[in-house]
């Protein structure tokens, strides 16, 4: 069964770690995806932007596809499927009647005082759902679904603002961005733990891809527990799917062609996951289970 995010980003907030929130794409990724974190025994989110909804067809089909291939691998972990930079309460109202557990609603580039009221609009529906709900403040900005935009930092005022609404979450932009990073990110530590000190809610830090561990471990301390990752499994999946074309001009079996990213994608996952779990627990004693 699909889960909504407050209980397993509770536990991180409280216990300083990450959850890791991997975009997905199709079929193979999502298998790719839940049947490591299976292994890892360690709660996922999914995240689907409106981009990949288009493409695997519409919520529904990824509801469907998400909750078949939990019941045929026998997941055993909490999984939340969540739609990632929902542009208009009708889209995340799209999502959660398809049956999706959370939502994270982008009215980032409206003025705050809009900002609010469609965020607003989002949690009370959704809460009447069980459904949770992220949303951003200040512009991640970078590239996502082909689309840029311009960053822009949160302040700690219009974080305070928008926590108001009720959301569940919240992704303040501090210097993340979407894509590739040109050159070395700076994240604006100093704001994220005001941020935190001021509020309970979990932090999002999206634009995950490129951050040095260290800083992904800075920002654990400074009170991030989501971490968004997607473009990271691409340019992993992609160097290895390239060089095995390159070598195999004659396997042409889209199962082959595609699965000869899985075992990449599946280290990465593994290496990125063991990265957010011990994360500044340099003092903690837990293992590698933190369901
Ligand atoms: P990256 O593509 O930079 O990993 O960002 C992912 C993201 O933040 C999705 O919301």
Redesign the pocket.
Known sequence: MLVNFNEMLAKANKEQYAIA?F?INNLEWTKYILEQMNELNTPVIL?V?EGAKKYMGGFYTVYQLVTGLMKDLDIKIPVCLHL??GSSFEVCKEAIDAGFSSV?IDASRYPLAENMAITKQVVDYAHSKQVSVEAEVGH?G?T?DNLYGTMYQATLEDCLMLAKTGIDALAPALG?????YRGEPNLNFERMQEIHNHLSIPLVL?????IPMDMIQKAIRCGICKI?????L?VTWHNVVSEFVKDHPNIYDPRKVIGSGEQAMKDKIKALVSAFTYASCSNKKEENNII
Do not use: R
């Open positions: 929130h975009n995240g932007s990632d930079h994270m991640v970078g996502i993340s961005v979407h894509g590739l999206h634009g995950g891809t490129g968004n990752i997607n473009t990271e691409q």
